[in-house]
């Protein structure tokens, strides 16, 4: 892609042509993902560790199939960026992807802040790059960026993306919905993986509780690195390793375990080989074409140290 020679990032899973000028949205092909044809509740939440090439590439890949699979209508993206970057990521989503496209997107308070979790990686900026090409080629995707810029805790955070969620659903009505943010943020059961009794409420459990449907999936992967933060100080973000989490057999690939829910807060699994650390996208700068391819008293009061490995 355009965006990736001349920046240096990494593309999603999607492998093709340059779509013609107005093609149909069947020449598109997306990458294959096993098991992705069980997804079919209308709202997917898919569970983010922050900080990877891989994570984002493979939700791109899952967007292309909903899009594929409901030719025609729309498919709606959420993503784990400030909803008042929206008017930048609509025009960035109607743009050519190029460098000075990318540098009006870049501009954002999102991108640029000092505390540089994951959220605005490379790979990040990498994903909306592929929904804008996906778009391009004519399937149907509306993006829209559904978190908070400022809160006052963390449980306030989760119920506004939750009521973000919902108000997009309401003024788009997708025939399907798909959410990237923290694997966090995406459970569906009531405090966090590593303290079932403190008092908090998942976006994912907000949202359960209105549409019992939905599936959300945890990220399975074979270990590798991810740009993350050890604590709330800015110096200690970078890239991190990660310990496996069991994704025997071939991968990238979807397992359901609607029972699981109950203990877990998740549907099931998004397992994937090796995870590679995506650096902030601020840092990137642009290269000669080649052929070869914020910190605030709101945030959530030092959690990022006090959370287990494999976290966000």
């Keep these: 892609m355009a965006l990736a020679v001349a920046w240096g990032l990494t593309g999603c899973g999607s492998s093709h042509p340059a779509p013609s000028a107005h093609p149909p949205a069947a020449a598109f092909a997306c990458a294959e993902i096993a098991g992705e044809e069980k997804l079919t509740a209308p709202l997917l939440l898919i569970g983010d560790i922050h900080g990877t090439r891989e994570i984002p590439a493979a939700f791109g890949d899952l967007v292309c199939h909903a899009a594929s699979a409901h030719r025609g209508q729309t498919i709606l993206a959420g993503l784990e960026i400030p909803a008042d970057e929206q008017a930048a990521i609509d025009t960035f989503l109607a ?10 997107l870049l501009a954002g308070g999102f991108w640029r802040r000092d505390y540089q979790d994951g959220r605005s990686s490379a790979a990040m900026l ?3 790059d592929e929904l804008r090409r996906q778009k ?12 908070l810029k400022r809160y006052d805790s963390a449980d306030d955070r989760d119920a506004g993306m939750a009521a973000n969620v919902e108000a ?59 740009w993350m933060c050890a604590s709330a100080d800015p110096k200690e973000c970078g890239p991190h390793d990660l310990r496996p989490r069991e994704p025997n057999g071939p991968t990238p690939r979807v397992e359901l375990a609607p029972d699981a829910a109950a203990t877990l807060g998740y549907d099931g699994a998004l397992l994937l080989g090796p995870l590679t650390a995506s650096s902030p996208a ?7 074409l080649s052929p070869s391819p914020p910190p605030t008293p709101a945030r959530e009061r030092g959690l990022k140290s006090d959370r287990p490995e494999g976290f966000s």
């Design 95 to 104: 743009g050519a992807g190029d460098a000075a496209a990318i540098q009006a």
């Design 168 to 226: 997009a659903i309401d003024a788009v009505h997708p025939a399907q919905t798909l959410v990237l943010t923290g694997n966090v943020h995406t459970r569906t059961l009531h405090g966090y993986p590593w303290d079932a009794k403190a008092d908090y409420v998942p976006m994912g459990a907000h949202l359960r509780a209105k549409q019992a449907d939905l599936i959300a999936l945890d990220i399975k992967s074979l270990g590798g690195s991810a």
């Design 126 to 128: 990498s994903l909306l």
């Design 282 to 288: 601020r840092s990137l700068t642009p290269q000669p």
């Design 136 to 147: 391009k080629a004519g399937l149907r995707i509306v993006v829209r960026g559904i978190d």
